[in-house]
Structure formats: C-alpha cells, structure tokens
C-alpha cells in the first residue's frame, strides 16, 4: 500500500487486520472509522489514511480507552504516530525477552533431565510464573483516581510530584471530563466524578479509601522537590519494616500518595 493506489474492501481488511467484519462497520455507523470510498456496487473502500486510522484505534483499545474516548484522542492533534509505534515496540520487546527467559530456562530443564538431574522446585515455580505472564489476557494496569477539578490535580500532579504530563480531555462546554498522567511505566487516569457510578473525590468523602505507591530513585530527593513546591507531607521518608523506605503526601483533594523505593 506504499503508492497510496490500493483500496481494501471491509473482508480484506478485517482479515488483515484480526478485527471482524462486523466490528469494521459499526467502527464505520459511529464515525470512528469510516471508509475513504465506496465501490460502484457501493462496497466500502479503505485507503492507507484508512490503515493507519485503525492502527490507532487497535493501540487505544489495547490500551484500555472506550470508544467514546478513543474517538477524542482521534482527533488530538498532539497525538504523534512515532511515540506511538515507540510504545508499542517496548510492550512488544518486554513480551520477547519473557519469551525468551523462559526458553532458556526450559532448555537448562531439559539438559538437567537428560543429565538424570531432577530441576529444582524453584525452577518449576518461576517457569510457570513466566508462561502465566504470556499467557495471560490482562495487557496493561491503568490507575483510576477521581477527582472534582480535573486540570488542577493535573497541575500539581506533575509540577509537584513529577509524574509526565498527560492529555487532558474537556467536553463540547469546555468542561474538563478526563485526564492522564504517566507514572513510570504505567500510567493514571484521573476521572471525573461521577455519583451514577459511585465515583466520588476523597474532598468529599472527607476520607482517602487507598494510596497510589510510586516508584522512585530517590525517595529523599523526591521529598525534598516535593516540599520545595508546597506539598502536603501525610508523613517524612521513613524505613518501613517491609523493606522500603518511603514519605507520604496528600494531593489537593486528599488523595494519600506514597512514593517509596526498595532499601539496599
């Protein structure tokens, strides 16, 4: 499809790309995908801006959005097709080298066995633990957290906390509905709230129901940035007896954060 020629009917299509018929043409009744042209018999017609539409979609699926969502990051114009592909790459490199520890651990069984060396339990249990990671169904973790006024725990998340800065979604009234922030090798939604599902901010509660633990290099450092931009420090770096050292601090709305990392 390099020349931009080939068009691809919805059967080729949807066998090319895993997705069903079916799906491409409710992609198609809801305008998240629909097709640049149809045949004279009236057949829908895909074209490379087409592919790589559904290309989107099949990356924002995989990483948990909805439709309704997938259709807004559709239409960002930030959004860059590098990063993207770079992201994918990486799940796809971590998928491998799990592949790859597990048959090296299964040849290294193998010739333990024809040696008549019986492999230790250990290496059962850590074989399994790898092919439970593989076959597994669950992709990826996405934290949720609610909040009243989305942008601003936005703002402090990152300027205060240092967590990346994600994308903020607002709706038709300017209201502000969704918004992301990456934290490592994971990422953190932040929702509104929502009483018709039960989703309520701690500001109202008046009470945290959890903690949101972050990985850090240097808890006293992190500490320290995070006291220099006025934040609400729950509690100081401090040695837990589970092996981590660890501080906490409250967002603006109550949330109890714990940043923490493993003692030497």
Known sequence: MGNGTRKLKVGELARRSGLSIRSLRYYDQIGLLKPSGRSEGGHRLYEDADVRRLYRICLLRRAGLALEEIARALDDPTWDLANAMRTHLNLLDRRQAVRAQLRRRLAAMVARLAADTAPATEEFLDTMEEMTMLESPVQRRIGILVYEDIPAAHAHLVRVFGLGEG???????????????DA????????RVAPEHGLASPASLGAATGTTAIMVDDVDSHHR???????????????????????????PEGGLWSFMAPLD
């Open 167 to 181: 994308r903020l979604h607002y709706a038709d009234d300017g209201t502000c509905v969704h918004g992301e922030v």
């Open 184 to 191: 490592g090798d994971g990422v953190i939604w932040l929702h």
């Open 225 to 251: 940035h995070a006291v220099s931009e006025g934040a609400d420090i729950a509690y100081p770096p401090t040695d837990m007896p589970y092996g981590y050292r660890e501080y906490g601090a409250r967002d």
